[in-house]
T-cell receptor, first 115, second 113 residues
Framework: AQSVTQLDSQVPVFEEAPVELRCNYSSSVSVYLFWYVQYPNQGLQLLLKYLSGSTLVESINGFEAEFNKSQTSFHLRKPSVHISDTAEYFC?????????????FGKGTKLSVIP | DTGVSQDPRHKITKRGQNVTFRCDPISEHNRLYWYRQTLGQGPEFLTY????????KSRLLSDRFSAERPKGSFSTLEIQRTEQGDSAMYLCASSSRDSTEAFFGQGTRLTVV
């Protein structure tokens, strides 16, 4: 079984400031790691994922996350946020050996970008 | 491709009534998932289909819940004898064979009064 902990339920940050959303996971098996984003009144969308290879992964809109196996973390960062980044962000894992790729999510972090 | 669609978007029902939700996945996706999200929580896995076969069910899926995907296309989730604790957002997701990326619908928000 896996579990995901998102340490901050809400993160307010000023526009153009950097942000880090923290995610730690616990698992007895090897996992894939994901960040999903949910904009207001929209469904969950995949932001980025780590499957293997380089531990630093990037999204098309400037977010990046680094897989740290020793610390079992997958923190999400952006050097300069925009108003449009206001959303709820969910960290998730799935068992690499399970054929279903079902996801175990954290509770989410609400990012509020202040103009 | 219009993405994953769910119907209805909102449902208010009285305790004890039965409700049924529908999910239409992306057309070429053979995997379909149902999740439940309550206030302040992340989505929780309920069940998984590969084509028409229901391959996994969570312990969250009590015997009042049943899901089907009769022709390997759309899926339905039925809740019988609804309880107030069933109030939640019910999310459907789909993915293609061997893909780790799940595409989510906007969900059906159920309120049991």
């Amino acid at each position: 079984a896996q579990s995901v902990t998102q340490l901050d339920s809400q993160v307010p940050v000023f526009e153009e400031a950097p942000v880090e959303l923290r995610c730690n996971y616990s698992s007895s098996v090897s996992v894939y790691l994901f960040w999903y984003v949910q904009y207001p009144n929209q469904g969950l969308q995949l932001l980025l994922k780590y499957l293997s290879g380089s531990t630093l992964v990037e999204s098309i809109n400037g977010f990046e996350a680094e897989f740290n196996k020793s610390q079992t973390s997958f923190h999400l960062r952006k050097p300069s946020v925009h108003i449009s980044d206001t959303a709820e962000y969910f960290c998730a894992v799935s068992d690499t050996g399970a054929g279903s790729y079902q996801l175990t999510f954290g509770k989410g972090t609400k990012l509020s970008v202040i103009p | 491709d219009t993405g994953v669609s769910q119907d209805p978007r909102h449902k208010i029902t009285k305790r004890g009534q039965n409700v049924t939700f529908r999910c239409d996945p992306i057309s070429e996706h053979n995997r379909l998932y149902w999740y439940r999200q309550t206030l302040g929580q992340g989505p929780e896995f309920l069940t998984y289909f590969q084509n028409e076969a229901q391959l996994e069910k969570s312990r969250l899926l009590s015997d009042r819940f049943s899901a089907e995907r009769p022709k390997g296309s759309f899926s339905t989730l039925e809740i019988q004898r609804t309880e107030q604790g069933d109030s939640a957002m019910y999310l459907c997701a789909s993915s293609s064979r061997d893909s780790t990326e799940a595409f989510f619908g906007q969900g059906t928000r159920l309120t049991v009064v």
